[in-house]
């Protein structure tokens, strides 16, 4: 029987006009992905409109090709030029920036492609053998879990990026956090530090905050210093790359474990996912001094852990029609669209059409990985334009990408705003990846803890007597702990005291 | 190098000019000069002002699909989600009011905005289409020990304030219906607001939530999956969906409650009401032969919906008295600031 829907899968991608679609629509999410401001959730709905009339086959292929492209591509700009294409690829830039700075770009976006396409080919081996058996998971997870889940998520984000001292990552994500708050809150409806103005009651949009934060200190930093620009690229050398892939073996299946994961949990998306698997590999790693400074396993890590969000995003699309992350989301609409029903009747109903979106899946991540390797080797050379005169353009993208998101003026603002903000962050060195997770799971976190609270007439306990919860609240608790240890120990170091109980 | 150098800035300028096009390709239309007799002449853009997906920008998709061959021109369906939708709807407001421009809306917190505070016009100034209306269902898990309305009845009065209600937020339609039930029954219960109707029957499913009074189309696949059992429905009579048995109505149980039947969302198409007369007319005739499409049909069988179709004199009854339920209710329940009253909205 499976193997019947394989085939039937499997012939479909076989004619030309399916090879066709596949490889633009890939190519077409990888640019977007590419391109800050232009998200994989715009990129998903944007082709939802222009598909529509075409036959559902054709469609979703498109869209899958595009959702997988655009989450790919966004490592380019964040290894190139430190923007993050998508805010999936923040985790990216950590290592993969300082590994372009070094010559060895081409190579990191190898690698970063290269993962990406595992990470992706991972998650459809879950996405098929979860989709019939789960659903539980993504029910264990209520408000109280939810709040955790996301201080989990800002307070490891503060301690990766901040190099060095965890405090300013922590600072850093509460600053995201507070200016997540603006805007009309979720529960009750009432508008916060709006001051009766309609834009700020919507809230600021995350895109033109995230082009603030990431490119307005890069253009700045430009003009600022003469930059030398680098003279020798290293072209890409495919034996070393693909000798670091096998060494990281161990990193992959991790990153991909834990990425389906996120991908499950409705609300965190491909975002969280590059950042936890980020997070894993370096508790993990015997060169953990290496990373932020351009270790390859970092690159690695992020990006097979932000891909195989994908399987994991759609896994609980096909059965609770719940989708797990904001591109999900819009393919679930799109998937309606066109007459399919994805829910808890999908698997009764249409059986087949797990087998076809997990084959086009694998698809989309071959050919992600054939474009993205084939675009890189002129992308790369990006490195080489002067940033006198490559910043000018960037510039010009940062304005228009934050205007495109919802055809605002006022989010263009935003992004002026923000990157007055990116430009303090950098400048005291405060990281700004922490800024702009608590900026990402802010309304999370607030609405959940408000939430659970109103469920449990204000009582905290069920922090501690829910099991997943538990385990969160321990890990925070821990971190904060080795946090103020690490204090104590500098302080006893220096007043010269006996170092006594404290290791 | 050089060479290089140029190939990369003008695949960056080629690039940059292809997303621009992609976000003001619909706008520049939309601010060309406005033709005469002709109508119309050049493409609409319906502002959906809800994410993708949801209740609205599904319906309104289905519909303008189907206008779109009466009236010969394309529809593009621009999601402008924020700020209870009002910031998508002020956007329709504010383009040119040459029925180019057209709202995609729910319409129960479409009459919210004035009380709100959010905008200036209420659903008087604009002329609406009706093609759907999906009414409140009281639903529980399987496995909950709730087996009808009356069991739940019955439990309100029991435990006042104690049986949770799960809803897509203060001022949604899930809120307005239980808080409708609530004034009928005279009862108290524990309102839990989630961020949309997904996540509210969610946490129904998860047994976060006793219950939710969402919207039937939210949980058609629910019920026929046999996930969640639906107690009773807002409707006047008992609710039809294919697969699943008909859910009786909740008027049987609570008496009180039937002059405020049926309750529910209604979705549709709305625009400023000065908008040019050869307009209105193309798009009344477009939206009557739209609703009587084989398309509307299966979507409205398949989600678990009624449709309607009501022209603008009929679409302005059923608003004014949504709004006065909804109005009122938000005003005593303090979250709308200003009183209903100002704006000459009739007490329910």
């Known amino acids: 029987m499976e193997l019947q829907y394989l085939l039937h899968a499997l012939n479909l991608l076989a004619s030309p006009e399916a090879v066709v679609t596949i490889v633009l629509s890939v190519f077409f999410g990888i640019v977007v992905g590419m391109l800050p401001g232009l998200t994989a959730t715009m990129a998903v709905a944007l082709l939802t409109g222009l598909t529509y009339k075409t036959s559902s086959d054709m469609a979703i292929l498109s869209l899958i090709g595009v959702y997988v492209g655009a989450i790919s591509g966004g490592c380019q700009s964040a290894i190139l030029l430190n923007i993050p294409g998508t805010p999936a ?90 200016a997540s708050l603006v805007g009309i809150d979720g529960l009750q409806g009432v508008p916060r530090f709006s001051f009766d103005n309609i834009d700020l009651m919507a809230g600021f949009s995350l895109i033109p905050i995230m082009i603030g934060l990431f490119g307005f200190p890069e253009i700045v930093a430009a003009f600022k210093k003469k930059t030398a620009v680098i003279g020798e690229l290293q072209s890409i050398n495919y034996r070393e790359g693909i000798r670091i892939m096998l060494q990281n073996w161990e990193t992959i299946i991790r990153s991909t474990f834990i990425g389906v994961m996120v991908g499950i949990i409705p609300g965190v998306g491909e975002d969280v996912g590059g950042w936890l698997s980020y997070w894993a590999a370096r508790m993990r790693s015997k060169a953990r001094a290496m990373f932020g400074k351009g270790n390859p396993e970092g690159v690695i890590a992020a990006e097979s852990g932000n891909n195989a969000c994908i399987g994991g995003a759609i896994i609980p699309i096909l059965s609770l029609a719940v989708p797990g992350s904001a591109p999900a989301a819009v393919l679930m609409a799109a998937f309606w669209l066109h007459g399919l029903r994805p829910g808890p009747l999908m698997m009764t109903e249409t059986p087949g059409f797990l087998y076809t979106v997990a084959t086009y899946l694998v698809a989309a991540s071959f050919i992600m990985w054939a474009l993205g390797l084939l675009i890189s080797r002129f992308t790369v050379k990006i490195l080489q334009v002067s940033p006198q005169l490559l910043m000018p353009v960037v510039f010009l993208f940062c ?105 | 190098m050089n060479k290089n150098l140029r190939l990369v800035l003008s695949l960056l300028i080629i690039l940059s000019m292809a997303v621009a096009l992609a976000g003001c390709g619909v706008k520049q239309q ?29 319906t309104v998709r289905a519909l303008t699909t189907e206008m779109s061959k009466t009236l010969g021109v394309n529809i593009a369906v621009v999601n402008t989600p924020g700020a209870n939708g009002s910031v998508g709807t002020k956007s329709v407001w504010n383009a040119k009011h040459d029925g180019y421009t057209i709202l995609g809306a729910g319409l129960m917190p479409f009459t919210s905005y004035q009380v709100m505070g959010y905008m200036d016009q209420g659903h008087k100034d604009w002329i ?74 969610i946490a129904t499913l998860g047994g976060e939530v006793d219950f939710t009074p969402q919207l039937s189309m939210e949980m058609t696949d629910m019920f026929r999956a046999g996930k969640l059992r639906a107690l009773a429905s807002l409707s006047d009579k008992p609710l039809e969906i294919d697969g699943v048995k008909p859910i009786p109505s909740l008027g049987d149980e609570l008496s009180d409650l039937k002059k405020t039947l049926p309750m529910g969302e209604f979705f549709g198409l709305t625009m400023p009401k000065d908008a040019p007369p050869e307009a209105i007319k193309k798009i009344d005739e477009a939206f009557k032969k739209a609703m009587q499409s084989e398309t509307m049909k299966k979507f409205a069988k398949d989600k678990g919906v009624v449709l309607v179709g009501y022209g603008p004199e009929e679409s302005m009854k059923k608003l004014d008295n949504l709004a006065s339920v909804v109005c009122w209710t938000l005003f005593d329940t303090g979250t709308a600031k200003i009183s209903p009253e100002k704006f000459k909205i009739a007490k329910p």
Request: glycine letters at 12%; a positive charge.
């Open chain 2, 30 to 58: 939309a601010a060309e000069k406005k033709e005469e007799v002709k109508w119309p002449t050049k493409d609409i853009t319906v502002v959906v002002p809800w994410n993708p997906g949801g209740g609205t920008d599904l």
């Open chain 1, 89 to 178: 690829s923040a985790a990216t830039a950590q290592d993969g920036y300082p590994m372009g700075q070094e010559g060895r770009g081409g190579l990191a976006i190898f690698l970063a492609t290269s993962a990406s396409a595992l990470g992706t080919l991972g998650s459809v081996i879950f996405l098929l053998f979860l989709t019939p058996l789960l659903t539980s998971f993504a029910l264990k997870f209520g408000s109280w879990e939810f709040f955790l889940l996301a201080v989990f998520g800002i307070m490891i984000c503060g301690q990766l990026a901040s190099g060095g001292d965890p405090l300013k990552g922590w600072i850093a994500g509460i600053l995201g956090l507070l």
């Open chain 2, 128 to 201: 609406t289409w009706t093609a759907t209306f999906s009414p409140n269902v009281l639903a529980v898990r399987a496995e909950s020990p709730y087996k009808d309305a009356k069991s739940l009845l019955a439990a309100f009065k029991a435990k006042p304030g104690a049986v949770t209600a799960g809803t897509a937020g203060v001022g949604s339609g899930g809120h307005m219906g239980i808080e409708i039930i609530r004034r009928a029954g005279k009862f108290e219960y524990k309102h839990v607001p989630y961020q949309g109707g997904n996540p509210a029957i």
């Open chain 1, 399 to 503: 304005v228009v990408g934050s205007y495109v998101i919802n055809d605002r003026i006022f989010d263009v603002w935003v992004m002026f705003a923000f990157g007055f903000v990116g430009l303090f962050l950098s400048h005291m060195k405060f990281p700004s990846a922490p800024f702009l997770l608590g900026v990402i799971l802010g309304p999370m976190a607030d609405t959940n803890l408000r939430r659970a609270l109103t469920l449990s007439d204000g009582s905290i306990l069920p922090f501690f007597t829910r099991p997943i919860c538990l385990f969160f609240a321990v890990i925070i608790l821990l971190m904060i702990a080795a946090q103020m240890g690490l204090f104590s120990r500098l302080r006893s170091k220096e007043m010269n005291q006996e170092a006594g109980g404290t290791k």
